[in-house]
C-alpha cells in the first residue's frame, strides 16, 4: 500500500507467542508435556509487516446517538444538549464515543454542513473530557424503497438509520460533488436495473466505480477538514445486494483484466447455479470461473478500504463485521481478513437485545477469530460490540468483553424497535454501572492481557474462499466452530490459527500446543509443508479428515495431501473420527490421556465457563454463564416479534464450585472473587495444595447469574 506522506511509519514487531503459554500438565495416566512454551521474539512476516495506526486504545466505548433532531443545530437547546451529555459520558467512564445514526450517509448529502457542524462541536466538548469521537458510516448505499409495502418495512425496521431519503421525484436528481446517485449505482445482473438490498430497502453503490469512488473520498476529504474525529469506522464494506449484482462496465472490466473472464448470463446455471435458492446459496463453487468472480468482488472492496486508509492517515480505521468464517460470507463480499491489512480496529457485532442473545457460546469463536486477526494485524485493536434496550443488556455486553478480553463498545438500540418504550434509557446510564464498578475494583488493561493457550484450532480462509463442503454439505467453519464450543465447555484455553500461519513453518514450530485441523478440504502446499515440517520436528496435530482434497484456489487434486500425511506415521499425529459436531472427540482426547486440561472442575454445577488470562504475569479468571436463561419483557418485542431482554437468571443449581489446576506455573495465591453483581463485595477463594502436586480452587458463584472474576490485589 502506498502511504499517504504525512502518514507515520508504525512497524512493529510481534511475538505470535504472546498469544499463549502452554502451561499444561499431566493429570494421572496422561503423557508428560513441557510446561511451558518460551516466548521469543518473532520475525514477523511479510504479511505482517505494516502496523496499525494506535494513537490511543479504545476501552470503554458508547454510541453517541443522532436523531433528525440534530440536524437543527446550532439551536441552543441541542448545544445544551452536547454538553449535557458530554459531561454524562464522562461520568459513566466513557473513554470513546462513535457516532450513531445518520447513518446512509449520502442520503444526508443537502445537509453535511449541519452534521459536521453538530459532530464538530460534540468532538470539542469530548476533548474537553479526553473523550476520542469516531464517527461511523454507511457510505455505499441510498435507502430507496420500492414500493408502499418496503416503505413501510423500512419505517418498521431501520429507524435507528435516521430515515432522511429521497422521495420518488427527487432521488432522480439526488447527487454530490457532481455524481448523481442513480449513475453509480451498481447493476442487477437479472434485469440490468439498479442492484437493490432487499434487506435493508437500500440501492448500494459499485464499489469498483471510479465515479463513487471519487465521490466518496472528496466526502472524506471534506469531513476531516471539518470535524476534529479521532478514528473512523466506515460501515458496511461489502455488498448487500449480493450475487444479483455487478454488471456494471467497470465489473465487467476489472473481471475480464484480472481474471481474463468475462460475467456470464444469469441464466447460466453453470455459473450462477440454483437461483429459485434463497440468494445467500446461490453459486456454483465446483465452476472455478464463479470461485474468481467472488474473488474479483472483494478485491473491490478490499482496494476501497484501502483508499479511505489512505486519506485517514494516522487517524485508526474500522469497519464492521458479524462474521468472519460462514461461506455465506462470499454472497455478500464480507472477507475481514482480506481487509485486515488497512484496518487498525477490529469489531464484532453482537445483535443481542432479545431474549435469544443470552445464547453466546456460538458467538466465542467469532470472537477468538477476530482476536488472531487484530493480533496478526501488529497487535491492533479488537472490540465487541453489544446493542441493548435496557440495562441488563448492557451489563451482559460488558461482560462477554471481558470475557473475551477485548474493548466494550456500548450501544443501546431502542431506535431499532418499531416505537421507543417509555422507559427507555440515555446510553450512558445503560453502561455507567458496568463502567464504573470496573474502573474501582478490576480495571484490567485488554493490552496487558495474554490467554493461555492449551489447543490452536485451525480456521484455514482457503475453504471459506473455494465454498468448500464436504460429502454431507458440512462446511470446514461449522466444524471448527464446534470444537470453539467444547473448549468453551471444558474450560480449555485455546486460540484461533488462520490460514497465513498455518504456513509458515517456523511460526506452527514456535508453539508447542496441538493444532486441531477439522474438516479442511483446501490446503495450499505451502501450508502442506509447514504443517509436515510442524509434524515431523515432533509437532502435535489432530486432524479430522477431509484434508487436502482441494488446493488453494479450490481445484480438486488427483490424490488428497490426506494419504501422504498418514504414510509419513507422524509420531504425534491423531486422526479424529469422531465429528466434533455431533460428539466429543475433546472428551475422548483427554480420556485417552492423549490431551490433559491445565483446568478441570470437580465440583459443583455444570455450566460455568472459566477462561484464564495474564496480566503482567499474575492469573486471572473469568467466569461465564452458558447456562442463562433470558427473562423476556412483558410485552417488548423486536421487529422479528422476539421478546426483548429485561433480566438474565441462571440455570445452574449448583454454584460451590470447586476445580483442579495442574502444576506449571500458576500462582493462584491471594486470589479474591468479585462481580458487578455482588456490588462491592470480595469472597474469599480457597487455594489448596494437593499430594499430586495440582492445585484445588474454592469459591462460591451464589447469587451471581452472569459473570464474575477471580483476581489478586
Not at 520475525?43 to 495506526?53: D, E, N, W
Not at 464538530?120 to 469521537?133: P, S
Amino acid at each position: 500500500m502506498k502511504e499517504s506522506n504525512d502518514r507515520r511509519d508504525f512497524i512493529r514487531k510481534v511475538s505470535l507467542t504472546g498469544l499463549g503459554f502452554g502451561l499444561v500438565n499431566t493429570f494421572s495416566g496422561a503423557e508428560a508435556k513441557p510446561a511451558r512454551n518460551t516466548i521469543t521474539p518473532a520475525v514477523v512476516p511479510a504479511y505482517r509487516q505494516s502496523g496499525p495506526s494506535l494513537p490511543f486504545i479504545p476501552r470503554r466505548t458508547a454510541s453517541w446517538w443522532v436523531t433528525i433532531n440534530e440536524l437543527q443545530w446550532s439551536q441552543k437547546a441541542i448545544t445544551d444538549e452536547i454538553k449535557r451529555r458530554a459531561a454524562a459520558f464522562a461520568e459513566a467512564k466513557i473513554d470513546t464515543a462513535i457516532i450513531f445514526g445518520w447513518h446512509i450517509r449520502f442520503d444526508f448529502a443537502n445537509y453535511f454542513g449541519h452534521l459536521h457542524g453538530y459532530m464538530a462541536e460534540v468532538a470539542d466538548e469530548l476533548h474537553k473530557y479526553d473523550i476520542k469521537l469516531m464517527d461511523h458510516y454507511s457510505c455505499n448505499h441510498t435507502e430507496r424503497p420500492r414500493d408502499k409495502a418496503e416503505f413501510a418495512k423500512l419505517h418498521r425496521g431501520q429507524r435507528h438509520h435516521v430515515l432522511l431519503f429521497h422521495d420518488e421525484v427527487a432521488r432522480d436528481h439526488a447527487q454530490y460533488e457532481g455524481h448523481f446517485f442513480n449513475d453509480i449505482c451498481e447493476v442487477d445482473l437479472r434485469d440490468g436495473s439498479r442492484g437493490y438490498a432487499r434487506q435493508y430497502q437500500m440501492e448500494a453503490f459499485c464499489h469498483n466505480n471510479p465515479d463513487f469512488l471519487d465521490m466518496h473520498a472528496k466526502y472524506l476529504q471534506r469531513l476531516l477538514r471539518e470535524v476534529p474525529l479521532d478514528g473512523m469506522q466506515v460501515d458496511d464494506m461489502c455488498d448487500y445486494a449480493g450475487l444479483t449484482t455487478c454488471g456494471c462496465q467497470h465489473c465487467r472490466t476489472r473481471f475480464k483484466r484480472d481474471y481474463g473472464h468475462e460475467i456470464p448470463s444469469f441464466t447460466d446455471k453453470n455459473f450462477f447455479g440454483d437461483t429459485s435458492k434463497p440468494m445467500l446459496q446461490w453459486g456454483n463453487y465446483q465452476n472455478p470461473v464463479f470461485r474468481d468472480w467472488i474473488r474479483m468482488k472483494t478485491d473491490g472492496i478490499v482496494d476501497h478500504v484501502k483508499m479511505v486508509k489512505s486519506i485517514l492517515g494516522d487517524k485508526p480505521l474500522m469497519s464492521c463485521c458479524s462474521s468472519t468464517g460462514p461461506v455465506t460470507l462470499n454472497a455478500i463480499s464480507l472477507d475481514l481478513e482480506k481487509m485486515a491489512p488497512h484496518l487498525d480496529f477490529f469489531m464484532l457485532e453482537n445483535v443481542g437485545t432479545n431474549t435469544k442473545g443470552v445464547d453466546w457460546v456460538h458467538m466465542d469463536a467469532e470472537a477468538m477469530n477476530q482476536k488472531d486477526i487484530a493480533k496478526w494485524r501488529g497487535d491492533a485493536v479488537a472490540m465487541a460490540l453489544s446493542y441493548t434496550i435496557y440495562e441488563i443488556g448492557g451489563y451482559f455486553g460488558w461482560t462477554l468483553s471481558r470475557y473475551w478480553g477485548v474493548a466494550n463498545w456500548s450501544s443501546t438500540l431502542t431506535k431499532r424497535l418499531e416505537k421507543d418504550p417509555d422507559d427507555a434509557m440515555e446510553q450512558e446510564d445503560v453502561i455507567s454501572p458496568a463502567n464504573k464498578w470496573e474502573v474501582r475494583h478490576s480495571d484490567l488493561d485488554i493490552r496487558d492481557g495474554e490467554d493461555i493457550v492449551e489447543i490452536r484450532l485451525v480456521n484455514n480462509k482457503l475453504c471459506k474462499d473455494n465454498g468448500f463442503k464436504d460429502e454431507n454439505g458440512i462446511e470446514h467453519w461449522t466444524k471448527a466452530r464446534a470444537w470453539s464450543g467444547h473448549f468453551v465447555h471444558s474450560n480449555i484455553g485455546y486460540r484461533f490459527l488462520r490460514y497465513e500461519e498455518l504456513a509458515d513453518a517456523e511460526a506452527l514450530n514456535r508453539e508447542k500446543t496441538p493444532l486441531v485441523i477439522d474438516g479442511s478440504g483446501c490446503i495450499s502446499d505451502q501450508q502442506f509443508d509447514a504443517i509436515s515440517s510442524y509434524l515431523a520436528r515432533g509437532g502435535t496435530a489432530w486432524v479430522a479428515l477431509p484434508f487436502g482434497t482441494h488446493d488453494e484456489k479450490g481445484f480438486k487434486r488427483a490424490t488428497p495431501l490426506s494419504g501422504k500425511l498418514l504414510k509419513s506415521k507422524y509420531r504425534n499425529l491423531t486422526i479424529i473420527n469422531t465429528s466434533a459436531i455431533k460428539g466429543s472427540p475433546l472428551a475422548e482426547l483427554i480420556r485417552t490421556g492423549k490431551f490433559s486440561p491445565l483446568i478441570r472442575q470437580t465440583a459443583g454445577g455444570n455450566g460455568w465457563a472459566a477462561r484464564i488470562r495474564l496480566h503482567k504475569g499474575k492469573p486471572v479468571i473469568h467466569f461465564m454463564n452458558t447456562a442463562m436463561e433470558g427473562i423476556p419483557h412483558a410485552s417488548l418485542k423486536d421487529v422479528p416479534g422476539n421478546p426483548i431482554l429485561a433480566g438474565i437468571n441462571s440455570k445452574i443449581k449448583d454454584n460451590e464450585l470447586r476445580y483442579e489446576v495442574a502444576k506449571g506455573g500458576l500462582d493462584l495465591s491471594g486470589l479474591k472473587l468479585l462481580s458487578p453483581e455482588i456490588g462491592d463485595q470480595k469472597r474469599e477463594i480457597r487455594v489448596e495444595k494437593l499430594k499430586n502436586g495440582n492445585t484445588q480452587i474454592s469459591l462460591s458463584l451464589d447469587k451471581i447469574n452472569v459473570y464474575a472474576v477471580a483476581q489478586g490485589n
